[in-house]
Every structure is written in C-alpha cells, then in structure tokens.
C-alpha cells in the first residue's frame, strides 16, 4: 500500500529556530496536507497543497508540493513553545469518485524554552 | 460549529467485553472516517463512508471490528470482542467531499482494554 516517510521521529529545537521537515513516498499524490496534533486532541489541518511546486504559508508556516508530487516538506520559522507538538504529513489520491487520505507516522516537535 | 463530536473520551474495559464509540460528523459533510492511532503504527484508516455508504473498509484489522452509519449525523465503530491489543486512540473525521480537502478530525476516544 501507500506510505508516507517522515523522519525523525523526534526534533528537538531551541526556541526562536527554524525547522524543516521533510515527508517522502514511492507514490504520487494529487494533494499534500500537513496536520498538527496537541496532547489529548485531533490532528488540526496547517496547510494544504493543491499543484506541483506550490508553495504556500499560513504565517510562520510554509510548506511546498514537491515537483515529482512524490515529496513535501513544512518549514516553520522562529519556533515557540506552542509550536510542541506532533506534526503529520497527509496525501491524498483519487480512486474513481471518491479519495482518501494516507498519514505519515508523524514527527514530534519539542521546543526549549 | 461544534466540530467533530466523539463519546466516550475514555474507556476502559477489560478483555472480550464489547466496545461502542461513536461519532457525530459535522453538519453538512458528506464523508466520515474512522482512524485508529498507536505509538507502533501511527494514524491507521479503519474505514470511511460516503453518503452513509461504506466505501473502503479495507482497514479494519478483523472481524471483531464493525462500523455503521445509519444516517448523516451519526456513525458508531463496534470492537466485540476487544482484546489488550485495540489499546489506541480511535478518531472519527468528516469531510464535504466535493469541496476542499479539509479533513476535521474529533477528539478522539481514548481505548485501553486491560
């Protein structure tokens, strides 16, 4: 089946750096989406990508559908402690009518204060 | 909006005793998704509905597992019976599907199966 690679499994930063992530797979998708997730909540949409090479940003986020539509990575700029937390990329892919999505196993964020 | 609603937050049963979580999508979305979340496997897609039908449930890990949608607002996942092994948390989330890919995830509920 599908997967989706993200590595590590955990980042460990400094408040006020940047961090890139990174999501991987043998597949196509036709659409990459990266979620946030919080203790004890459900994974939240950051930002969605529709078209090969898009690069979007959604404040100190910015995240770019890679040109093979085989990769995607999520940058975000001057980490604060709220930024903790286990962040997922997603692809979406269609099969006739209907389309479901494939998470990567996720990458916990820690930050030092 | 209320979002997503899952009940229970938290179960805790022991080993061959039956399970029901259920779910309330948001109002107006037309396809609901029920995941399963471990440390070892991640976000696994048990099963997923659209308009109340059961497209894919390719997921679900065995027999034991079922999953209903009697009408739009209302769907349940049934582990019977549950064993230690379905310890997880199991999300139920809900999408318009024709529209933008905005998946919406509940809470979640929180499973342990002693």
């Known amino acids: 089946g599908q997967q989706l690679n993200q590595s590590p499994q955990s980042m460990f930063i400094q408040e006020g750096e940047d961090v890139s992530m990174n999501c991987t797979s043998s597949?196509?998708?036709?659409?990459w989406l990266w979620y946030k997730q919080d203790p004890g909540e459900g994974p939240v949409l950051l930002i969605a990508?529709?078209?090969?090479?898009e690069l979007t940003s959604n404040g100190r986020l910015t995240a770019q559908f890679g040109i093979t539509r085989k990769d995607s990575f999520l940058n975000i700029s001057a980490s604060i402690p709220s930024d903790v937390g286990i962040y997922f990329c997603?692809?979406?892919?269609?099969?006739?009518?209907?389309?479901?999505?494939?998470f990567g196993k996720g990458i916990t964020l820690s930050v030092r204060p | 909006d209320a979002g997503v609603i899952q009940s229970p937050r938290h179960e805790v049963t022991e080993m061959g005793q039956e399970v029901t979580l259920r779910c309330k999508p948001i109002?107006?979305?037309?396809?609901l998704f029920w995941y399963r979340q471990t440390m070892m496997r991640g976000l696994e897609l048990l099963i997923y509905?659209?308009?109340?039908?059961?497209?894919?449930d390719s997921g679900m890990p065995e027999d034991r597992f079922s999953a209903k949608m009697p009408n739009a607002s209302f769907s349940t996942l049934k582990i019977q019976p549950s064993e230690p092994r379905d310890s997880a948390v199991y999300f139920c989330?809900?999408?318009?599907?024709?529209?933008?890919?905005?998946?919406?995830f509940g809470a979640g509920s929180r499973l342990t199966v002693l």
């Open positions: 509905f659209n308009n109340n039908v059961p497209i894919d």
């Open positions: 597949s196509i998708f036709n659409t």
């Open positions: 997603a692809g979406r892919t269609y099969t006739g009518a209907n389309s479901k999505l494939t």
């Open positions: 990508l529709y078209k090969a090479g």
């Open positions: 989330a809900s999408r318009w599907e024709s529209g933008a890919n905005v998946l919406t």
């Open positions: 109002s107006g979305h037309n396809s």
